[in-house]
């Protein structure tokens, strides 16, 4: 009597079920590891390396590479004192820029979340500024600057009973930022507010009344429990918002381009100009290379300084 032959067992089955998961994930997440190392990690690793060369448009049209010049890029714009003053005006607008849409954004999602009369279609409507394009938005917000034209102008006009003929918050080195910074609010605020309006929603109901039988004021409440419930959230958005403006070049390209005289010249407009403006490519790597560490340590810090808070 001969014994029947053992089944054929495929490859797959010899390994473990945990090691057939993770090769699961990894067939899933490839196409995405393929497209980040072709269209992000590798321009990344080109510009880096592109910011040590004398790069520029003879290079380019004529297909050569360019010469090794160690850190030239980086110490002539030092020593001219551009990179100092992109990564000090960068700074700032990313702080206001952030700080404000934060408080902004918060004062908003709760006004939404005690479910005030017409909420729904508030919610509908504030998704405006953020769903019209930067460029757009960056020509609407310069319409409304317009000087003697402009609806600020006119405004400014109207409470001043006349006294005030020239506003120009864009011609001013004390005030252009602060118009960018505005437009960046109008742009911003409505995301932030939809993502803090969903982890409010997301704080158990009977927590939030157990402690105001207890006699926790709203404040207290908002302080001590709906806010420790969203720090994820909040970790999330902040981040994204940190993110957003650093790389934010499409509002001052339509705004004010740099000016006057440089106050709105940040890392971004001036990579821009280095590389496309002045025709210097080796220049305006070197200018995203520190443009990129600057951002990745911002970002790391408040997650640190986050985490170290949450803890």
Known sequence: ???????????????????????????????????????????????????????????LTKNRPGVWNDFANYTRLWKAGKL???????????????????????????????EPVGARFLRSIMMIPWVIPTVIAGLLWAWIYANPYGLLQYLVNVFSKGEITDFGILNSKNTALWGVIIAGLWKQVPLMTLLLLAGMQNVPDDIMEAAKIDGAGYFTRLIHIMIPYMR???????????????KQYPLFATLTNGGPVGATTTLAVLSYNEAFV??????????????????????????????RGND
């Open 1 to 59: 009597m001969h014994s029947s032959p053992a089944p054929r067992r495929s490859w797959l089955n010899f390994r473990s079920r945990k090691q057939q998961d993770r090769l699961f994930c990894f067939c899933l997440l490839l196409p995405a590891i393929i497209l980040c190392v072709a269209f992000i990690l590798i321009p990344i690793v080109d510009s880096v390396a592109m910011s040590f060369t004398d790069y520029k448009i003879a290079n």
């Open 84 to 114: 100092q003053s992109a990564i000090s005006i960068t700074g700032t607008f990313v702080a206001w820029t952030v700080g404000l849409t934060f408080v902004v954004s918060m004062a908003l999602a709760l006004i939404l979340n005690s």
């Open 232 to 246: 994820s959230v909040i970790a999330v958005s902040v981040s994204m918002c940190i993110i957003e403006n650093f």
């Open 278 to 307: 002045n025709n210097n490519y080796g220049s305006g790597a070197a200018v995203t290379t520190v443009w990129l560490l600057v951002m990745i340590v911002v970002v790391l810090v408040f997650n640190l300084i986050f985490r």
